[in-house]
């Protein structure tokens, strides 16, 4: 295993850790592209781009102020890189942008604000979501040696993506879990009613209005934690 490899699985070791301490998707996507920086060899700058169903692309944890004019400028010509990737491709690699005539409105502009070669790679491809690492260089041809570093990259990076937005989902749930008991014990208290009976009187409230039943039972929290304070 050659130097550029060890240095990626010990940048995604990094990144994997931060997620399980942070538990925090946004702040592991934002370590997520610094590390492609540092460890992926000719990357100048990084992000991330999003698509939910229909939705328009969000671009994520950019490590430079071009990468989001780069990724909206991709969005708004429907070409590109980011633009493949992020809606049905898994990886696509240009080298010199300027003369690449896949993107005859994207290429031009690119090289005009200095970036002249791309790499971009899936993340995350799922019904309703996908999502693109992108990789960018000014110069020409700089991605030549690194590509099987790259996917390399990518390749760990979607397990740990998956991986923190599972640690974060697991941790809404809990919340809400939480958070309905102690609902759950202010209607059996306040009505002395069974558990079984107050969780019902929540499920009643929850389709009468029409609220999830996690906001009705964050409500009815709030409401007693803010007596308890008057």
């Given amino acids: 295993m050659d130097n550029n490899q060890v240095g990626v699985r010990d940048a995604i070791e990094k990144v994997a850790q931060h997620a399980e301490e942070t538990r925090d998707v946004d ?7 610094a590390m492609a920086v540092d460890s992926i060899p000719g990357v100048d700058f990084a992000s991330v781009s999003m698509r939910r ?3 328009p692309i969000e671009t ?3 490590t430079d102020p071009l990468a989001v004019l780069m990724d ?15 809606t049905s491709e898994q990886v696509v690699l240009t080298n010199d942008m300027s003369a690449d005539a896949r993107w005859p409105s994207y290429g031009p502009g690119a090289s005009a604000l200095g970036v002249h070669a791309q790499l971009a790679i899936v993340l995350l491809a799922e019904r309703k979501e996908r999502a693109a690492l992108n ?3 000014r110069q020409r041809n700089r991605f030549d040696g690194s590509f099987e570093v790259a996917e390399l990259f990518a390749a760990q990076a979607s397990l740990v993506m998956g991986y923190a937005r599972t640690i974060q989902g697991l941790d809404t749930a809990l919340g809400s879990r939480t958070l309905i008991g102690q609902a759950v014990g202010i209607v059996m208290e306040r009505y002395g009613y069974s558990q079984s009976q107050a969780f ?8 009468d209005s029409n609220t999830k039943l996690r906001l009705v039972a964050a409500d009815l929290v709030e409401e007693v934690a803010s007596r308890h304070q008057e």
């Avoid at 702040?27 to 592209?33: N, P």
């Avoid at 019902?200 to 389709?207: E, G, I, K, N, V």
Wanted: proline fraction near 5%; glycine fraction near 6%; hydrophobic fraction near 35%.
């Fill in 27 to 33: 702040r592991t996507l934002d370590l997520l592209t």
């Fill in 53 to 55: 169903r229909e939705e």
């Fill in 60 to 62: 994520l944890a950019p």
């Fill in 72 to 86: 909206e400028l991709q969005h708004e010509l429907g070409e590109g890189p980011c633009y493949e990737v992020a």
């Fill in 135 to 137: 990789l960018y260089a």
């Fill in 200 to 207: 019902d009187h929540l499920a009643r409230l929850s389709q």
